[in-house]
């Protein structure tokens, strides 16, 4: 009240005193003087417009609930204290997520208007159909959506009934790769050349991929002795298997020592006996060398003394005696010919019943035969074939010792590998060729360089 006071215009600051000087200096005639004016009616009249303004009245008549009020606190505290635990949730909910007021703008320059939003295309077209359809509504017509619209509601569609499972038509199934498809049925009569440009027509499967690259089970069951409680018989079947890989692989690995191992002192190779190697056979071939005229020094002077036959013969002119004598041999021993196949065949009606039993031993020993390869190739078919560099070679048989079975499933430990076991059935099934694990391979040469700042001081 004092403050408000102290800002009349009348009064000034005289009424206050002067605040330059000592702060307690003249304060019983500022108070004195105060509360006089206070007092008097028609100067608060005249210069208490805004305390009138504010409490309706003078000062000295106002009641002491406008003057005054009680400081109780915030309620805000209050409210806060009384809250839940749900109730801070909800609010919690409330309130906007730090993304949401970071991408809000926060800019007091409103944003420019984009006058091409609020513009219609052919607004002035639109206006004039509008006010057209406004004309012919007060005469009656009225547009074909909505006329179809009104018929639709004086005219429902009858209600469709909702087919049951019981009164479906089932589809028929039909083989996707026969000729027979009804899929291909609109391809029947055109070119095959446009179908197959067009990728309309599928590709031709071939019968190859009808068949399985082997008859071998993608998943083998485990033998009876790989059980976490196996009888004996069949856990020492087990054990006498894998013994006889670890056997066969001792022996491979014994064979390729003895085969790479140095030889003894006695049986290591000398300069005599490597020179005797590379000259093996050379002495040989020359003690049989001899002067080309040794050997066939007789045989060529018989051959000088004696001329052949053959050519004396064909010197010589046949008689016509010897013609006809030479062509009659000739005509007998065709006759002689034809009789004896006659005489043949006159015989092989009397052996028919011997041609039959060879016919029929023939027949079962080519259908032995038959049988015998169809056998070897059925049991060849569950084995792995060689597709590549590299033979198939089993994986090793998983077994536990005698010590190492348990009594029980929770101390039973895994064994083997899943990724592995599907490789390897990949690999016997033929549907990939063995393979091997990479080996690492240097490509350059390793250099050592020391650096000059760290190089080993030498005296």
């Not at 206050?16 to 007092?39: A, F, P, V």
């Not at 420019?112 to 939003?117: G, S, T």
């Not at 976490?228 to 079947?237: A, C, I, K, R, V």
Request: aromatic fraction near 6%; include cysteine.
């Amino acid at each position: 009240v004092f403050a408000w006071v102290g800002r009349w215009r009348g009064l000034g600051g005289s009424c206050l005193g002067d605040r330059r000087g000592n702060g307690e200096h003249g304060q019983g005639t500022q108070h004195g003087k105060l509360e006089s004016l206070i007092e008097l009616p028609g100067l608060a009249d005249k210069y208490t417009g805004r305390l009138n303004l504010d409490f309706g009245g003078l000062l000295s008549e106002a009641p002491n609930e406008k003057l005054f009020f009680v400081d109780t606190g915030s309620k805000e505290k209050g409210l806060t204290k009384k809250r839940t635990k749900v109730q801070k949730k909800s609010l919690l909910l409330k309130k906007p997520l730090r993304v949401d007021l970071i991408l809000e703008n926060t800019s007091k320059v409103p944003a420019p208007k984009d006058v091409l939003a609020h513009q219609v295309p052919n607004a002035k077209k639109l206006r004039r159909k509008e006010q057209l359809w406004e004309k012919l509504a007060k005469q009656g017509e009225l547009p074909r959506e909505v006329r179809r619209a009104q018929a639709r509601l004086l005219n429902p569609p009858a209600a469709r009934t909702k087919l049951g499972p019981q009164d479906t038509v089932e589809r028929p199934f039909y083989d996707l790769w026969a000729s027979d498809n009804p899929l291909d049925r609109p391809l029947i009569g055109q070119d095959e050349f446009f179908l197959e440009q067009t990728k309309k027509k599928g590709v031709k499967r071939p019968p190859r991929l009808h068949t399985k690259p082997s008859q071998a089970p993608a998943v083998e069951v485990a033998p009876a002795g790989a059980s976490y409680n196996p009888s004996f018989e069949d856990h020492q079947t087990l054990l006498s298997a894998a013994h006889e890989v670890e056997l066969q692989r001792q022996k491979e690995a014994e064979k390729l020592e003895r085969q790479l191992a140095l030889p003894a002192t006695e049986q290591a190779a000398t300069q005599e006996s490597t020179f005797q190697e590379l000259c093996e056979g050379l002495l040989e071939e020359s003690d049989g060398e001899g002067e080309p005229g040794q050997g066939e020094g007789p045989e060529a002077g018989d051959a000088q003394v004696c001329p052949t036959p053959a050519r004396l013969a064909a010197t010589e002119k046949k008689t016509e005696q010897q013609r006809r004598r030479e062509k009659a041999a000739r005509r007998l021993r065709v006759q002689q010919a034809a009789l004896r196949a006659a005489r043949l065949r006159h015989q092989e009606l009397f052996r028919l019943r011997g041609i039959k039993a060879q016919v029929a031993l023939r027949l079962a020993e080519l259908a032995r035969r038959r049988r015998q390869r169809q056998a070897r190739r059925e049991a060849e078919a569950d084995k792995p074939r060689r597709l590549g560099r590299l033979k198939y070679q089993a994986p090793d048989i998983d077994v536990q010792l005698s010590s190492e079975l348990t009594d029980s499933l929770r101390t039973l430990k895994p064994e083997g590998n899943i990724l592995r076991d599907r490789f390897k059935s990949f690999q016997r099934r033929n549907m990939i060729e063995p393979r091997e694990r990479a080996k690492f391979k240097r490509k350059y040469k390793v250099k050592l360089v020391e650096k000059r700042a760290f190089r080993e001081i030498q005296l």
